[in-house]
């Protein structure tokens, strides 16, 4: 494009960057499978690169596993009578808080329920359930002064998928649901927030690589340039968010911003060629 842009034509400029920006932030909202690209993106980096945790100090999981109700005389709903127990012992191990997360969906036997019932209502700190092997009781230590979520371990029941599973499939979940709990809790007790990048910070992402996929446009030089230095601009975007991420914990997004080069690229290289053929 060796000839000078007038005023009209830099105001077209200006407005194919702003249109192809709203452009490519409304898209995943109209196409749905756009935005799961980018959550699959964030899954992707939060597994393979996000430092691994250690066990949260205040925390205890105890679950009910296929040995737990291997004891009991049937597997569903989870004996009343058992939960009652477990109850007292945690009471008496001086657990700071309780996390259930067993369904209550019905009555069982009346005994049952009104012991439950009544270790409930005894319980010092706020109400937790859990599960320990009967022969060895609870070991007090492990629960003085700690959070206790207490949930099924099955393999087939109440088990989710997380971002582990999108990067290593099935061997890195799903996982129980009392675990996602204990994540989420962690989270909130150390006050920690989604490493997400601000919306004035995805708003420039968007806009600058407007501005890229444009300058590639009009840029004089072949097609096939162009369209290297497109692919390269791309891969430039995707490896920056990754190492963003790996060395800054920020997770920018991806595909709204490749959206936006691309889109304007397009565009631009017809508004060129349109101005080429008058």
């Known amino acids: ?23 490519s932030g409304a898209m995943p909202r109209l196409f749905p499978f756009l935005g799961n690209i980018e959550k699959r993106l964030v899954d992707l980096r939060l597994a393979a690169l996000a430092p691994a945790e250690p066990q949260h100090p205040g925390i205890v999981i105890v679950t009910v596993t296929e040995d737990t109700l291997a004891r009991l005389p049937y597997r569903s709903p989870l004996d009343r009578g058992f939960l009652a127990g477990i ?12 996390g259930l997360d067993v369904l209550f969906d019905q009555p069982t036997d009346p005994a049952k329920d009104a012991d439950l019932g009544a270790a409930l209502r005894s319980m010092r700190a706020p109400v937790v359930v859990a599960w ?51 994540h989420a809790l962690a989270q909130i007790l150390d006050a920690r927030l989604a490493p997400r990048a601000s919306l004035a910070m995805e708003i420039v992402l ?9 300058f590639v446009a009009i840029f004089d030089a ?13 891969a ?30 397009g565009v631009g290289h017809a508004f060129v060629g349109r101005r080429e053929r008058r």
């Not at 072949?222 to 791309?234: E, F, I, R, S």
């Open 222 to 234: 072949p097609l096939v340039v162009k369209t290297v230095a497109v692919a390269a601009a791309v």
């Open 87 to 98: 109850l007292r012992a945690l009471d008496g191990a001086g657990v700071r808080a309780v």
């Open 206 to 214: 968007v806009v600058v690589l407007a501005l890229v996929g444009l």
């Open 132 to 182: 320990a092997d009967q022969r060895d009781g609870l070991p007090k230590a492990w629960f003085a002064g700690k959070i206790v979520l207490v949930g099924s371990d099955l393999p087939h029941s109440d088990r989710f998928s997380t971002p582990l599973s999108t990067a290593f499939g099935e061997t890195g979940g799903p996982i129980p649901g009392v675990v996602i709990h204990a």
């Open 1 to 23: 494009m060796a000839q000078r842009l007038t005023r009209s034509e830099f105001l077209q400029l200006a407005a194919i960057v702003a249109l192809t920006a709203l452009a």
């Open 236 to 265: 430039a975007l995707w490896a920056g968010g990754f190492a963003l991420f790996k060395f800054l914990g920020v997770l920018a997004p991806l595909v709204t911003p490749t959206q936006s080069l691309i889109l304007a690229a």
